[in-house]
């Protein structure tokens, strides 16, 4: 019998596998749950509270404590009897009585006063900002609008006196000049003029109306922010003017990795940390309060211990001083990153843990856990509806509860412990937190757990030198930008992690949105893990392995013969990207010509992904509106590029130069289209340019009218494809070319809308039409008018909005076209 076999040995000992046990033995304790219930309880509460009629709410809770009561009484009998649960089923019941009637007293105050009831007219507010502005993606060619989370404080409605309220509302702005508004710093008090609106159901429960200024001036402030987020704000843009000259991407993503600040990401790095699940680096969460304390109290568990580290010990800091420190260090933290829920919840944990230290308890994770969302959720009911504050505290629950057990798993079976621990924390956090996130995303990262894997070790010492650069920048802004250059390093490692990933053809999964989509999500890990638990593990680990690296891969015969797409032969292909354009024609080999990218990156992207194209000698953008140009960063997403051409009309500006520093960032040339150029790619595909005339800048021709214009030959198909022309250029076209030839395809220009020019139509005498427009838009495209002369000229007509992503191939010379469908 070995020495590890014998009777009587502890269970912590046999398990370590060594002859003398374990060398650091730790008995693993069941974990304290007695708080997680009525924690749960009180979420729930205020999590359906704000949705009941007022008089349901009231009885509810009555109901609660009125049972809560006769508990009470019955477990006070148990206990004389030495019976009574650890876990009373009364502190349930006031836990969500009390939630109940918080959360129904905050929507009740909500609704009330004069905001919810103002009519469409304009209002005057003085107004509190409350945390700092942000910048919406811009859409339809125009700047983005300035969000602003405020709180009214007065309102004077048409024709009526002030009224004092307070009430939380959110301002949106669209300025001449951004810059002074997302300066604004929270506490600033201001006086605007705006419309009213309610907010979107179910989308910000929070908030009593939305109110949108009708100025376009600079903010009129009527009282300065306080001195203490004059100082975070002081400290915040002091981190970006020391990260401002950092190479590639580490200018942006190191202030988002130290405080959260993204505005700085572009936009393709945004959309790659989020496909590739690491989002929760870049959105301030335990993990920075954790590196924050840590360096003044080292690790956690040993905290209130002798052998305790961090540089409280080495200062002589007793453990009552060390946690007023780390209240105020907490404190800091808070200001600086501003109150999102992940940032309250990690900060409530944070609190705890030093006030177990300065009491001296013993620190235990979950009931800390528990502990802080009954705590945030009865101060802030709102907190309940966030899904911010889910992913949080599901990813904070499953590390604590999920990774331990799956480490130890992991560890029997020989991976040494760092790795086992980081593979376990990879694996609990992204299979919890995925069918949240399908709920709005639609989607499933099939290399959230690598890309974690990887790039987790950079983030420690990214957040610690970045806020070691946050802190000196005031001082000393020469070392700060020394310790930010030092950063930089991990940071831009964590960034090509991401872009690497995203990159891979199968690094999303499409998957059925909504609560139902999640609940399938759900039900189908559960199934795995059981498997996986019962099941004959190395044999079902080797295929898990090769069932997801082929689906990340995604070989090129592999998806074509899984999902029949894209059809054998095809030309153009319109992708389905919402109300915009972005064709793709096929030149063989993985190579492409592609006109113009859509609003949106994620979807001509995923468009691209899924036909193969790898190699894009030519892009087009036929004009800079942002239904045509936002999602270049999608098409250049780990793809070879070799030129852009565009519209020699530089209308709208910020568009213009969005693409210009998109392409300028890849290394990719932009030059303007030039009319008569012809082009040939391989063998079976060529194309002239008609339209735009030189000169058109200077004739006056607007955005639309400027669309390059291309005539294709694809095969035996011929294609006109003019972008968004109006029927004034439409007319300037045909007498520019007047042996302008019959097509076999048309791309309706403008989205099918009501402005065509009939003759244009008679000449062309298109056999399939192309309408790419957005389901449901706002514009009303196609328009009835020119879905019936398309009709009446004998064309066969498919649209983006009903078939989803066409492709096109060809039978004898005749077009033939195939939907996918949406997705």
Known sequence: MSRSERPGRHPVHAASGHPLGAARPRQELPADLRLVAPALAAWGAAALAPGLPPALAAAAVTVCLAAAAAVSGTAAAARRRGRAPRVTLAAVLLCAAASGAVAALHAAAARAGPLPEAGPGVVTAEVTVT??????RASGGRPGAVLIEAEATSVRLPGGARQSVRTPVLLVTRPERADPWLALLPSTRLRVTATTARPVPGRDPELTAVLRATGTGPPQV?????????LAGELRASLTRAARELPGDAAGLLPALVIGDDSGMPPDLTEAVRATGLTHLVVVSGAQVALVLGVLIGPAHRAARAERGGLAPRLGLPLRATAVLGAGLLAGFVLVCGPDPSVLRAAACGGLV?????????????????AAVLLLVLLDPTLARSFGFLLSVLATGALLLLAPPWARSLRRRGLPQRVAGACAAAVAAHVVCAPVIVVFAAQVSLVAVPCNLLAAPAAAPAVVLGWAALATAPLCLPLAESLAWLASWPAGWIARVARTGAALPGAEAGWPGGWRGAALLAALTVALLTLARRGPRRPLAVLAALVLLLAVVRPAPLPRVLTGWPPPGWRLVACDVGQGDALVLNAGGGSALVVDTGPDPAAVDRCLTDLGVRHVPLLVLTHYHADHVAGLPGVLRGRDVGAIQASAVRDSPEQAAF????????????????PGERYRLGEHLSWEVLWPPSGAGAAGLAANDASVTLLVRARDLTLLLPGDLEPSAQRQLLARHPGLPAVDVLKVPHHGSARQHPELLDRLDPALALITCGEDNRYGHPAPSTLDALRAAGATVLRTDVHGTLALTADGGIPRGHARGHR
Request: glycine share 6%.
């Open 131 to 136: 945390a700092v502005p942000r910048l919406a």
């Open 222 to 230: 009527t009282s300065p922010p306080g001195r203490w987020h004059r």
């Open 354 to 370: 030093l006030l177990a230290m300065a009491t001296g308890r013993e620190r235990a994770a979950l009931p800390a856990l528990a």
């Open 659 to 674: 693409a210009e520093r998109i392409a300028a960032a890849a290394g990719v040339e932009l030059r303007p289209a030039v």
